[in-house]
């Protein structure tokens, strides 16, 4: 398996415009989760998944970021508009349960100016 | 709310040395621990996973314990290597209801000195 993919590695963009960032879980799992890690906070969790469901958003921040699961294989965390303290590093992971551990992707590192 | 706490933050030591690197959490009903490691501009590789009925978990060089009751993991890195400088995260899963999030430590950087 290739693990969790996730697009792109790096983003840059200027404040205002739209962000979307996309997520690959390795297949068979369950359970997709979205985090965000800066120097300040380490890793935070904004959201995650169970079955393509939404079960836990109360980590986003705000209403400018939303997260969708339309399949097994595909979820995407979208950010509109963008703020110069989006920055941070997102990543995507996911588990095929509880009793396992997590797999996490590379992580995009997102820049916003 | 569970909190995670990872002692020292950061760690230097020479090579070759033996280290141990300490995670403590606030609530003990958890269902399994996870150490990571995080190398600079990269994603988390999971190292060991501690089911909250185990006590330890070993990898070659590695080894974790867990002590549920008191709160408290430790990752043991026997002859330490350069290479095995970077961010060591631990993680625990709760054991409570349906949530599945894992809580996170600020994470212990080492530095392995040649």
């Known amino acids: 398996d290739a693990g969790v993919i996730q697009s792109p590695r790096h983003e840059v963009t200027e404040m205002g415009q739209e962000v979307t960032l996309r997520c690959k879980p390795i297949s068979g799992h369950d359970y997709l989760f979205w985090y965000r890690q800066t120097m300040m906070r380490g890793l935070e969790l904004l959201i995650y998944f169970n079955n393509n469901v939404p079960i836990d958003d109360s980590g986003m921040p705000e209403d400018r970021f939303s997260a969708k699961m339309p399949n097994a294989s595909f979820s995407t965390l979208k950010i509109q508009p963008s703020e110069p303290r989006d920055s941070a590093v997102y990543f995507c992971a996911s588990s095929p349960d509880r009793v396992y551990g997590y797999t996490f992707g590379s992580g995009t590192r997102l820049t916003v100016v | 709310k569970q909190e995670v706490t990872q002692i020292p933050a950061a760690l230097s030591v020479p090579e070759g040395e033996n280290l141990v690197l300490n995670c403590s959490f606030t609530?003990?009903?958890?269902?399994?621990l996870q150490w990571f490691r995080q190398d600079p501009g990269k994603g988390l590789t999971s190292l060991l996973l501690i089911q909250s009925s185990q006590r330890e978990q070993t990898s070659g060089r590695l080894n974790a314990s867990l002590d549920k009751s008191s709160g408290r993991s430790t990752l043991y890195i026997a002859a330490s290597q350069p290479g095995d400088s970077a961010t060591y995260l631990c993680?625990?899963?709760?054991?409570?209801?349906?949530?599945?999030?894992?809580?996170f430590g600020k994470g212990t950087l080492l530095t392995v000195n040649p």
């Open positions: 993680a625990v899963r709760p054991g409570r209801g349906s949530n599945y999030k894992l809580t």
């Open positions: 609530d003990s009903a958890i269902y399994n």
